[in-house]
């Protein structure tokens, strides 16, 4: 079945600064790819996501690229500010031909902004 | 729409008890699914139904049983709750955007313990 592996598990930065959170996935059959972050005693809440045939997509402070060919994708968030504080999710579809059926997560990376 | 709904909030159950977590939706969304959700682990897809009468396992489906008889319900039943069932309970539910988009819509969560 699929697997996503998720770096780092804790990231802290200054405000202002630049985070990158990295995952991989196994299933080659996946071809949608979320990102969450949820605050604490919360659900958590889509912030940006990609298909399969697309290679990077930006929206504001928030960015996300993949490689197909080396079954990664990556979060950037720019100019971060303290209430990027969260724990952030990324996830991938699993392998049926209706994408976003259901997903597979990482385990998450918890975000510190200090200002 | 009230989006998904949860009930119970909270439950504790002792080991042995059974109990159903119910799960409702009002976007006749053709999707849903259950992750539970444990410190550390991310979430993790326990059942998925692409429609009604048709289900699925996940990653952890053992202990766990679930149904779909209608588009709006999908409740996850517990045969006999183990404290390793300890966790808290998210239901999402999502459906073919057609711009790309399979958002999973998350329930507020249920948090279980099992003593």
């Known amino acids: 079945g699929e697997n996503v592996e998720q770096h780092p598990s804790t990231l802290s930065v200054q405000e202002g600064d630049s985070a990158v959170i990295k995952c991989t996935y196994s299933?080659?059959?996946?071809?949608?790819f979320p990102w969450y972050k949820q605050e604490l005693g919360k659900r958590p809440q889509l912030i940006i996501d990609i298909r399969s045939n697309v290679g990077e997509k930006k929206d504001q402070r928030i960015a996300v690229t993949l490689n197909k060919t080396a079954k990664h994708f990556s979060l950037h968030i720019t100019e971060t500010q303290p209430e990027d504080s969260a724990v952030y999710f990324c996830?991938?579809?699993?392998?049926?031909?209706?994408?976003?059926?259901?997903?597979?997560f990482g385990k998450g990376t918890t975000l510190s902004v200090s200002s | 729409n009230a989006g998904v709904t949860q009930t119970p909030k909270f439950q504790v159950l002792k080991t042995g008890q059974s109990m159903t977590l119910q799960c409702a939706q009002d976007?006749?969304?053709?999707?849903m699914s259950w992750y539970r959700q444990d410190p550390g682990m991310g979430l993790r897809l326990i059942h998925y139904?692409?429609?009604?009468?048709?289900?699925d396992q996940g990653e952890v489906p053992n202990g766990y049983n679930v149904s779909r008889s209608t588009t709006e319900d999908f409740p996850l039943r517990l045969l006999s709750a183990a404290p390793s069932q300890t966790s808290v309970y998210f239901c999402?539910?999502?459906?073919?955007?057609?711009?790309?988009?399979?958002?999973?819509?998350f329930g507020p969560g249920t948090r279980l313990t099992v003593t």
């Open positions: 999402a539910s999502s459906y073919s955007s057609g711009t790309g988009s399979y958002e999973q819509y």
């Open positions: 976007m006749n969304h053709e999707y």
């Open positions: 996830a991938a579809s699993i392998g049926l031909d209706q994408a976003g059926t259901a997903l597979i």
């Open positions: 299933d080659s059959a996946s071809n949608y």
């Open positions: 139904s692409v429609g009604a009468g048709i289900t």
